[in-house]
C-alpha cells in the first residue's frame, strides 16, 4: 500500500511567507528523504534526514521528524517565487534489501505568488 | 557530481508498437537501478528493482511482460514498453545507487514522457 502522505496537497502563499508540507509514512524507516519537482520536470534532492535524527537543516530548509508519530515535516523559510514547484517526500523502508528503493508521498504542490 | 541520463527525453508512439527506454550512469557504476512511473499531477510510484546481470524484481501490480526491464552492464538498464496503450502514456523515471567508499548514494535520471496515441 502506498505509504507516504502529505498535506496539504496544495498550498498557495505570498513571497516571504513560510511554507509548511507535513509527511506520514506507515513503516519503520532507514531514512526520509524530501524532494522537489518542477511540472513535467526530474527531481531535484533536498534533504535526507535518517531515522536517529530529529531535525536538519539546510539553508532556508529546515526538516523535523519524528519516528514515534511516522511523521516528517518541510519547512521552507522565506519563500520566494522560485520555490513554486512539487514536493515529495519519499521514504526508505527499514530492512530492506534495496537501499535506494524508496516509497513516495502524494506530494504537495507550493505555488509562492510574488 | 554523478549523472544518471536517460534517452529520450519524450517520446511519441503510436499504439500497439513498442518502446525502448535507456537509464544510463554517467560517471559511476550503478549496482541497482529503479523505474518509476508517474501520472500527471501524481506521486511516482515504483515499478521494478533492476539489478545487473539478474533479472529485474517487479512491484505487486506491475506487468514483467509488458514493460521489460534489462541491466546489461552496470551503466545501463532499459526499459521496454511492448506494445503500448493510451493509458501507459506516463513519466518514466529511473534512479541509480552505488556504494562508494565516501558512501551510498542514489542519483534520479531527468525522466521520459511517453505519450501513446
Known amino acids: 500500500s502506498q505509504q507516504g502522505e502529505e498535506d496539504p496537497q496544495a498550498l498557495s502563499i505570498q513571497e516571504g511567507e513560510n511554507a509548511t508540507m507535513n509527511c506520514s509514512y506507515k513503516t519503520s524507516i532507514n531514512n526520509l528523504q524530501w524532494y522537489r519537482q518542477n511540472s513535467g520536470r526530474g527531481l531535484v534532492h533536498l534533504i535526507l534526514?535518517?531515522?536517529?535524527?530529529r531535525e536538519k537543516h539546510s539553508g532556508r530548509l529546515r526538516v523535523t521528524l519524528d519516528t514515534s508519530k511516522k511523521s516528517s515535516s518541510l519547512l521552507i523559510t522565506a519563500s520566494r517565487a522560485a520555490d513554486t514547484a512539487s514536493y515529495f517526500c519519499?521514504?526508505?523502508?527499514?530492512?530492506?534489501?534495496?537501499?535506494?528503493?524508496?516509497?513516495f508521498g502524494q506530494g504537495t504542490i507550493l505555488t509562492v505568488h510574488p | 557530481g554523478a549523472v544518471v541520463s536517460q534517452h529520450p527525453s519524450r517520446v511519441i508512439c503510436k499504439s500497439g508498437t513498442s518502446v525502448k527506454i535507456e537509464c544510463r550512469s554517467l560517471d559511476f557504476q550503478a549496482t541497482t537501478m529503479f523505474w518509476y512511473r508517474q501520472f500527471p499531477k501524481k506521486s511516482l510510484m515504483l515499478m521494478a528493482t533492476?539489478?545487473?546481470?539478474?533479472?529485474?524484481?517487479?512491484e505487486q501490480g506491475v506487468e514483467k511482460d509488458k514493460f521489460l526491464i534489462n541491466h546489461a552492464s552496470l551503466t545501463l538498464s532499459t526499459l521496454t514498453v511492448t506494445s503500448a496503450h493510451p493509458e501507459d502514456s506516463s513519466f518514466y523515471i529511473c534512479s541509480a545507487n552505488t556504494h562508494l567508499t565516501s558512501g551510498r548514494y542514489l542519483y534520479f535520471g531527468p525522466g521520459t514522457r511517453l505519450t501513446v496515441t
Open positions: 519519499a521514504t526508505e523502508e527499514a530492512g530492506g534489501t534495496s537501499y535506494g528503493k524508496l516509497t
Open positions: 534526514i535518517r531515522s536517529n535524527e
Open positions: 533492476s539489478n545487473e546481470g539478474s533479472k529485474a524484481t517487479y
